[in-house]
């Protein structure tokens, strides 16, 4: 019988599928828009997030992940329903295999949520792997070898660290410090600093635009427009990168933590081979600027941006539907 199969990089900012011999077919933000009074839900995706903090309020627009995990199980499965359709085409009538990638931190229920939204948004069979294997497999580490690699996966809501040897994980931890952390840092430097009220789309557009991980000489400066907290008027200020770093001091230094308490738990004979290969990262925030170096800086360990870093995970979900007898032994959950 003939079965279409789907990987899914389930993530707290976005969410991106993979559909095998197509490559990566969607690459939505996972926001719903949702009405107050009946429930329904109005917009998914790219259109839901257009309407981030501009919606009267009898439409709310949120994130139903929340720190990597589902936060809010109803609107997960409808957001997932929709990528599932959306990734397949309106005609089709099979009930894809769908593997989707969770935190290495996650709980037994919090898995289980995952597995049941994944079925009761039409698959046929789910499966879940921890999304440092999924980053390793995608950024074409051979993981299956006698050999230590270091897999640090920053992403929206979560980093997670992990050393891979044999086709598993050695040691590891999650934190819920990432891409949203260092957001609600920018806001919150900015409303102290400045008196200046701004949004979440604009604190990630000043992230990407100007934002490094260390001090820079040459700063790139943009023009950043909110609401004045004193008299509440419209006002815009001129924001260069130094100040962006004083603001994601604490943030990048609790990830750095989360990398030296992993290392802290590794066997010294693939301590060995880590510092050999290098530490890889993978994630869209693991592509602000001068992250591998600040990593390298207070690790010692020369640290590694992956190629396509963003789509590490949802291909390495590809690469694993197409081979699961190969990496079963990853598989955390499947029915």
């Known amino acids: 019988m003939f079965t279409k199969?789907?990987?899914?990089?389930?993530?707290?900012?976005?969410?991106?599928?993979?559909?095998?011999?197509?490559?990566?077919v969607l690459n939505e933000p996972s926001v719903?828009?949702?009405?107050?009074?009946?429930?329904?839900?109005?917009?998914?995706?790219?259109?839901?997030?257009?309407?981030v903090g501009k919606t009267p309020d009898e439409i709310v627009a949120y994130r139903p992940m929340k720190d990597g995990v589902i936060a809010d199980y109803?609107?997960?499965?409808?957001?997932?329903?929709?990528?599932?359709?959306?990734?397949?085409?309106?005609?089709?009538?099979?009930?894809?295999?769908?593997l989707v990638s969770v935190p290495a931190?996650?709980?037994?229920?919090?898995?289980?949520?995952?597995?049941?939204?994944?079925?009761?948004?039409?698959?046929?069979?789910?499966?879940?792997?921890?999304?440092?294997?999924l980053?390793?497999?995608?950024?074409?580490?051979p993981i299956h070898e006698p050999e230590g690699y270091m897999v640090v996966d920053i992403g929206g809501g979560t980093t997670d660290v992990a050393v891979i040897s044999l086709g598993g994980i050695v040691a590891s931890t999650?934190?819920?410090?990432?891409?949203?952390?260092?957001?609600?840092?920018?806001?919150?430097?900015?409303?102290?600093?400045?008196?200046?009220?701004i949004g979440d789309k604009t604190a990630e557009d000043i992230k990407i635009t100007i934002g490094s991980a260390l001090p820079v000489g040459e700063e790139l400066s943009v023009e950043v427009r909110g609401r004045d907290t004193v008299t509440g008027l419209p006002?815009?200020?001129?924001?260069?990168?130094?100040?962006?770093?004083?603001?994601m001091t604490r943030q990048l230094r609790e990830m750095v933590k989360a990398i030296k308490d992993v290392f802290q738990e590794t066997p010294p004979e693939l301590a060995k081979d880590i510092i050999d290969h290098g530490i890889i990262m993978t994630g869209g925030t693991s592509q602000l600027r001068n992250l591998p170096e600040l990593i390298e800086k207070r690790t010692?360990?020369?640290?590694?941006?992956?190629?396509?870093?963003?789509?590490?995970?949802?291909?390495?979900?590809?690469i694993a539907l197409d081979h699961l007898d190969v990496y079963k032994k990853a598989i955390i959950a499947k029915r």
């Not at 828009?33 to 917009?43: M, P, S, W, Y």
């Open 235 to 247: 006002r815009s200020i001129e924001l260069k990168t130094n100040e962006v770093v004083k603001a």
């Open 32 to 51: 719903v828009a949702v009405a107050e009074d009946d429930h329904t839900i109005l917009a998914v995706g790219v259109e839901a997030k257009r309407m």
């Open 300 to 318: 010692g360990v020369k640290a590694v941006l992956a190629d396509d870093a963003l789509f590490c995970v949802v291909k390495g979900t590809g």
């Open 74 to 98: 109803r609107v997960t499965e409808a957001m997932l329903r929709y990528f599932i359709n959306k990734a397949l085409g309106r005609w089709n009538i099979w009930k894809p295999e769908v």
């Open 174 to 197: 999650s934190v819920k410090v990432a891409g949203n952390k260092i957001d609600q840092a920018i806001i919150d430097h900015i409303r102290k600093t400045f008196n200046l009220t």
């Open 105 to 133: 931190g996650v709980t037994s229920t919090e898995r289980r949520a995952v597995i049941e939204a994944a079925f009761r948004a039409g698959a046929k069979n789910a499966y879940i792997i921890k999304e440092p294997i």
């Open 135 to 141: 980053a390793a497999i995608g950024a074409g580490i």
């Open 5 to 24: 199969k789907l990987g899914i990089d389930l993530g707290t900012t976005n969410v991106l599928v993979f559909v095998p011999g197509r490559g990566v």
